[in-house]
């Protein structure tokens, strides 16, 4: 087949762009997936006016049902007709049954082709279904098809981790067909959370080569959240390589990377702005490019010179702030404001600590959270989800022995725990890999997760009276993937609001979590929060309110405080609060990880990229940041939590 694009040069990186294939950056996830989907449509219009079919190339995973759910609503309310529509989706698991949950048919599906009506004929997904002997014939029967129906017109492609498109890994060519390839142990463990363990993953897939891939007269790859920024500066920044097939995107006429800021972040032209371009020097601009600056030197921001801003293409800046030594002084005087100790927290406030998680909240503010304990504050530690998709099997079969072997002690009916015990347990024994719970089993595992947080909340000097479980019903799903955020779950949190009227709230701020769960559960509450401030002060909640970080006279919406979790910590221009922990500060909050039995030694879903265990990670990142500030020349200390603190959640 003759290729449909015409391979081009990729531009080198420059004085002007570090980019080498074109990028486009969209301030929210929603925004990026509306875009996509308008230009999906203008394709189909636009075939349908010609009376041909619109060839599409479709993904899977988290990214693109966003741009799904668009292309639903402008079907449903804008009447927009997809009969003149031909798909091939990109890959498939091998061996997958079409009827699995973790099947791409299934996801399809569900998530798409049983809302449009685009015919069942014109619907093509990889089969991976069919014995080993077949896959070859398959792949290259796959390949005619896509010549048979003219091409692909749009392909939609989202990013692994690893950077492979499709599932085409590290080693893949441009001149790699469909095929059968051997997933990487990265890929692997990314899909572990969708199969409840790595070892049900399976270990091949059926995928459109890259080759397949540049034939596609234009080219979209979506890709959001900052867990995705390091793979898409690569991607984009970096030369074609075979160890990152995202690269050879850049060969192609007609590709376009659609990221939201979140995934766009380490971006030079995001990150380091001034290596490529002018900037204009407002205060966050000049303190990011001093902090860099201190990092690039080994200087203390007090010690830096003009030499080293010179040096480092940052004369400009020293030019337009009025010379370096006042310069130095404001980002350092404005850093050291922002380092508070226990006596400059609030006191005897309502404070209401949101964890998405059972856990995150000694994970993420376990040294916050006992030095609000300290200050006689009223606590309340709202446990949006039950997490119980993260327990092991094991785990429910352990406390189930516990309670049948307890259960005389307990002056309980023996023989009908035991009778019940042998049941749940047979359950157990039944469920084939990677197959939803039991609701008894779910509600078992729920339970571990809620005893533990009441564990680990009493070492922080709290208790059960402390906690509040919300169960929130896009989590009940038994599965990794959750249901979208409804009206029910944001009533939950604005009921809470309601009874508590909390001064301060905690909320988790950090979209890295790979499995999504933290970026919903920041949705209800930021719905929740819009309804709240509307409620008890609607005169604070017209233009003009957003970005303040002090209340005005008479404001009584709660101040918010954004934490990050097991993921990152906030970056040191952007926190607006240090809260410096002793060692023995920092050993209490690893007592409190500790509670957390099931997820400790080895996590079911610990993520991708990091063999840490959770306390080690929140270990490593107090202390490191901690040395960060100490390395710009601020009072040293042991660890340090940090904060981002706002009115509206942004």
């Known amino acids: 087949m003759t290729p449909a694009y015409t391979p081009r040069r990729p531009a080198p990186a420059s004085r002007q762009s570090a980019e080498r294939v074109p990028v486009l950056i969209f301030d929210e ?36 049902i966003g741009v799904y759910q668009e292309l639903i609503r402008m079907h449903r309310e804008e009447g927009l007709d997809f009969s003149n529509v031909v798909t091939f989706n990109i890959d498939e698991y091998v061996p997958m049954q079409p009827d ?39 792949a290259a029967e796959y390949e005619r098809a896509i010549q048979r129906a003219g091409g692909l017109d749009l392909l939609l492609l989202g990013i692994g981790r690893s950077g492979h498109i499709g599932f085409n890994e590290p080693g893949s ?9 051997v997933l990487d142990e990265i890929t692997r463990k990314d899909a572990a959370s969708d199969f409840f363990e790595e070892k049900y993953v399976p270990r091949e897939a059926i995928t459109m080569g890259v080759g397949t891939i ?23 920044e970096e030369a074609p390589n075979a160890q ?16 939201d800021r979140a995934a766009a972040s380490e971006l030079t032209r995001e990150k380091t702005p001034w290596l490529v371009r002018r900037v204009d020097w407002d205060d966050a601009a000049a303190k990011r490019a001093v902090i860099w600056l201190s990092r690039q030197t080994e200087k203390a921001i007090l010690r830096l ?12 800046l020293v030019h337009a702030r009025g010379g370096v030594d006042e310069l130095c002084r404001m980002v350092f005087e404005d850093l050291r404001r922002r380092v508070v100790y226990t006596k400059g927290l609030p006191r005897k406030k309502k404070v209401l600590v949101f ?16 030095a609000l304990v300290q200050n006689k504050n009223e606590v309340t530690v709202a446990y949006m989800t039950n997490g119980s998709v993260a327990v092991f099997d094991q785990d429910v079969r352990r406390h189930l022995r516990f309670v049948d072997m307890t259960s005389g002690v307990m002056g309980s009916d023996s023989g009908a725990i035991a009778d019940k015990v042998k049941g749940i347990m047979a359950d157990l024994e039944a469920k084939a890999p990677a197959e939803v719970d039991t609701a008894a089993v779910q509600e078992i595992k729920a339970t571990i997760r809620y005893t533990e947080a009441i564990t680990a909340l009493e070492v922080m000097g709290l208790g059960a009276e402390n906690a509040r479980f919300m169960d929130m019903p896009f989590y009940r799903t038994g599965r990794v993937k959750k249901d979208p955020i409804s009206e029910a779950d944001v009533e939950i949190v604005l009921d809470l609001f309601r009874e508590l009227e909390p001064t301060h709230i905690y909320v988790a701020g950090d979209l890295s979590d790979p499995h999504g769960t933290h970026r919903m559960c920041y949705v209800a509450i930021e719905q929740a929060l819009i309804q709240y401030n509307a409620e008890i002060a609607p005169e604070a909640s017209g233009p003009g309110a957003a970005g303040e970080t002090a209340p005005r006279k008479g404001d ?21 609060v240090f809260l410096p922990m002793s060692r023995a500060d920092l050993d209490l909050k690893i007592e409190a990880i500790y509670k957390h039995e099931s997820q400790k030694d080895r996590a079911l879903f610990p993520g991708a990229y990091d063999e840490r265990e959770f306390w080690e990670r929140a270990r490593d990142r107090n202390t490191s940041t901690a040395a960060e500030l100490d390395a710009l020349g601020l009072p040293e200390c042991y660890a340090v939590e940090a904060f981002v603190t706002v009115h509206e959640m942004p």
Do not use: C
């Not at 596609?216 to 959240?225: D, K, N, Q, S, V």
């Not at 998405?356 to 006992?370: E, N, Q, T, Y």
């Open 244 to 259: 990152v097939s995202a690269t050879y995107l850049q060969m192609h006429q007609n590709a376009t990377f659609y990221v």
């Open 556 to 576: 009584l919406r709660p101040l918010v405080w954004l934490y990050r979790g097991a993921w990152q910590e906030w970056e040191i221009d952007r926190a607006d």
């Open 214 to 236: 540049l034939d596609a007269r234009e080219i979209i790859l979506m890709a959001t959240g900052e867990h995705k920024a390091p793979i898409v500066r690569q991607a984009v």
């Open 100 to 138: 699995s949950l973790q099947s791409y048919h299934r996801f399809m599906r569900e998530n798409f082709f049983d809302h449009v009506n685009i015919p069942e004929g014109n619907v093509h997904i990889p089969r991976g279904d069919l014995p080993p002997e077949a896959m070859e014939q398959h």
């Open 173 to 181: 060519t441009p001149e790699d067909r469909t095929r059968l390839i």
């Open 29 to 64: 996830p929603s925004e990026l997936a509306r875009q996509a989907a308008r230009q999906v449509r203008t394709l189909i219009e636009a075939r349908s006016a010609a009376g041909d079919p619109a060839v599409l190339g479709l993904p899977t995973g988290s990214t693109p």
């Open 305 to 316: 010179d003009e030499g080293d801003f010179h040096r480092n293409h940052l004369h400009d």
């Open 355 to 370: 964890s998405p998680h059972p856990d995150d909240d000694v994970i993420s503010m376990g040294g916050m959270l006992h």
